[in-house]
Structures are given as structure tokens and as C-alpha cells.
């Protein structure tokens, strides 16, 4: 084998490519054609790849979906998050990236297409939330016929057929919770089961005689007392936080606030609401 130089790099390279002692992050994204010869970035967009195809072979060979590929300039629709609005060159007219493809979703389903997929592209113009992305993909899909009940079934299937090895096993069936339940013991209904920080509703017997303040909230009519409990809280938050969240609750409640002991602090919100800790 015979190897020609073609041509010579005159200048050294912006950083050293390698996995260990990392130049800046600035740095990196700036010149991204380095960086992505880097293993765990090569790693990540090949399990990417696996992903994907597992999934289109799932839906659409196994399944009988049909993958689609919808506009992604359309007009503004209400509802929902804000849009990002594209300019024309006719005065006064404007398209519109849409937030999914829910409108061409329906509009196959009338079609006669009754089970539709898509690796979808979404847009929303939501830069003032810092934990929203304004672009992403998802997985789309729409089925014609079917129950609440088979439609996480199939995506429960999907996911065990597809999940890659390399991130660990999962099982099914997927735990379910009721809306009800989860604004029941986490007051929102997307909650974050990694922490056990759930609301206990109590009765007269759960409330010692010493925390009389609580006893007209447990008698009233239509009155209940909710506690948040966050174990070891002391040992988790400073006491910077807790003043913190004292603070933020005084905001919110007519100044009755009262703390037992140096393990607990019980905030009344709104007449019915304690946080314990």
C-alpha cells in the first residue's frame, strides 16, 4: 500500500482530539467537526441510528404503519405553544413552523390512512422557559379504531422490541397513574416518581393537641389538611433554602406559619395546605 500526502495542515489544530482533560464547551461547539470524532459522540449518534430503524422496522413492518413526512410551513393555528412565525416576501404574509403535525395527522386519518408514523420534527418558540427546547423530534403517531388501552400497549411493545442493550432492560408493563392520583399525591400531573415526596391528607388523628392551629382546618366544612413531606429534609436542604421556602410561602399565605422543633416547619397556604419537613 502506497499513502500520497495530498495536502499539509499548516497550522496545528484548534484542541487535541481526545476523551481525556477536554478543552471548553465554546470551544468544542465552535469547531463541532473535531468534536465529533470523539468515541462517546460517535457512540451516541450510531445508537441514534439503531434506534430509529428498530423502530421504523417495528411500526412499519410489523404493525402496518405508514410513515409520512409532513410540511413543515403551515399557517398558524390556535392553541397551544407559541409559534415560530417564517416571513415571505409578500407584505403582511407569513407561514408558520408547526408545534407537531397533529392537523396532517387528522387529515390522513380522513384520508383512509388509519395507522400513520412519523420521526417528526416540532417546533416552539418557548425561549423565555429555560428547561424548553425550541426544537425536537419525536416519535408521531396516529391510529384510527383503537382503545387508551392498545395504544399504550403498542407503544410498550415498541420500546421493548427497540430499547437498546447498550442502556440498560426495561419491563412491562409500564406503571400507570390516574390523572386524579397524581395530582392527588403529587399536586401536578407530570411528577417526578425519583423522589418520594407525596401529599398525605390527615384527619384530627394525626395532629397532636400541641399544634392547635391545625384543629379549625380539620373540623371546618369542605376543609382538608394536605402534607408534603420531604424526608430528611434537613439534611438535604440548607438552611438557606428553608428560609428560602419560608419566604416564598409567607408570599402566598396570610402570615400563619409555625415551626415544631428543628426537624419540622409547618407552612398554612391558603387555608389548607402545610408543607412538612
Not at 210 to 222: M, R
Given at each position: 500500500?502506497?499513502?500520497?500526502?495530498?495536502?499539509?495542515?499548516?497550522?496545528?489544530?484548534?484542541?487535541?482530539?481526545?476523551?481525556?482533560?477536554?478543552?471548553?464547551?465554546?470551544?468544542?461547539?465552535?469547531?463541532?467537526?473535531?468534536?465529533?470524532?470523539?468515541?462517546?459522540?460517535?457512540?451516541?449518534?450510531?445508537?441514534?441510528?439503531?434506534?430509529?430503524?428498530?423502530?421504523?422496522?417495528?411500526?412499519?413492518?410489523?404493525?402496518?404503519?405508514?410513515?409520512?413526512?409532513?410540511?413543515?410551513?403551515?399557517?398558524?393555528?390556535?392553541?397551544?405553544?407559541?409559534?415560530?412565525?417564517?416571513?415571505?416576501?409578500?407584505?403582511?404574509?407569513?407561514?408558520?413552523?408547526?408545534?407537531?403535525?397533529?392537523?396532517?395527522?387528522?387529515?390522513?386519518?380522513?384520508?383512509?390512512?388509519?395507522?400513520?408514523?412519523?420521526?417528526?420534527?416540532?417546533?416552539?418558540?418557548?425561549?423565555?422557559?429555560?428547561?424548553?427546547?425550541?426544537?425536537?423530534?419525536?416519535?408521531?403517531?396516529?391510529?384510527?379504531?383503537?382503545?387508551?388501552?392498545?395504544?399504550?400497549?403498542?407503544?410498550?411493545?415498541?420500546?421493548?422490541?427497540?430499547?437498546?442493550?447498550?442502556?440498560?432492560?426495561?419491563?412491562?408493563?409500564?406503571?400507570?397513574?390516574?390523572?386524579?392520583?397524581?395530582?392527588?399525591?403529587?399536586?401536578?400531573?407530570?411528577?417526578?416518581?425519583?423522589?418520594?415526596?407525596?401529599?398525605?391528607?390527615?384527619?384530627?388523628?394525626?395532629?397532636?393537641?400541641?399544634?392547635?392551629?391545625?384543629?379549625?382546618?380539620?373540623?371546618?366544612?369542605?376543609?382538608?389538611?394536605?402534607?408534603?413531606?420531604?424526608?430528611?429534609?434537613?439534611?438535604?436542604?440548607?438552611?438557606?433554602?428553608?428560609?428560602?421556602?419560608?419566604?416564598?410561602?409567607?408570599?402566598?399565605?396570610?402570615?400563619?406559619?409555625?415551626?415544631?422543633?428543628?426537624?419540622?416547619?409547618?407552612f398554612n397556604i391558603s387555608r389548607n395546605y402545610i408543607v412538612v419537613m
Open positions: 500500500m502506497i499513502l500520497a500526502v495530498l495536502n499539509t495542515c499548516t497550522s496545528s489544530l484548534p484542541f487535541e482530539i481526545r476523551s481525556f482533560n477536554q478543552v471548553n464547551e465554546f470551544l468544542r461547539i465552535k469547531h463541532r467537526y473535531l468534536e465529533l470524532r470523539l468515541p462517546n459522540l460517535q457512540t451516541v449518534l450510531r445508537l441514534r441510528s439503531k434506534f430509529v430503524m428498530a423502530v421504523r422496522n417495528f411500526l412499519a413492518n410489523n404493525n402496518g404503519f405508514v410513515e409520512v413526512e409532513t410540511p413543515t410551513l403551515f399557517r398558524r393555528t390556535p392553541g397551544g405553544a407559541r409559534e415560530f412565525i417564517v416571513p415571505t416576501h409578500i407584505p403582511g404574509k407569513f407561514y408558520s413552523l408547526p408545534q407537531s403535525p397533529q392537523q396532517f395527522k387528522q387529515l390522513l386519518m380522513v384520508g383512509g390512512l388509519d395507522r400513520y408514523f412519523q420521526i417528526a420534527k416540532c417546533y416552539r418558540d418557548e425561549g423565555t422557559k429555560p428547561d424548553r427546547q425550541p426544537e425536537f423530534t419525536q416519535i408521531d403517531l396516529e391510529m384510527s379504531f383503537v382503545t387508551q388501552d392498545s395504544v399504550m400497549s403498542l407503544v410498550e411493545e415498541m420500546l421493548m422490541v427497540t430499547w437498546p442493550e447498550e442502556c440498560g432492560s426495561i419491563s412491562v408493563p409500564f406503571p400507570r397513574m390516574s390523572y386524579h392520583s397524581a395530582m392527588a399525591c403529587y399536586g401536578c400531573d407530570k411528577p417526578d416518581l425519583r423522589f418520594d415526596w407525596q401529599i398525605v391528607h390527615l384527619d384530627s388523628s394525626y395532629v397532636t393537641p400541641c399544634l392547635h392551629v391545625f384543629q379549625q382546618y380539620l373540623t371546618a366544612k369542605e376543609a382538608t389538611v394536605q402534607v408534603l413531606r420531604i424526608p430528611q429534609a434537613c439534611k438535604h436542604l440548607s438552611n438557606k433554602d428553608i428560609e428560602s421556602l419560608t419566604q416564598e410561602v409567607l408570599k402566598e399565605s396570610s402570615g400563619n406559619v409555625v415551626s415544631f422543633s428543628k426537624h419540622y416547619i409547618f
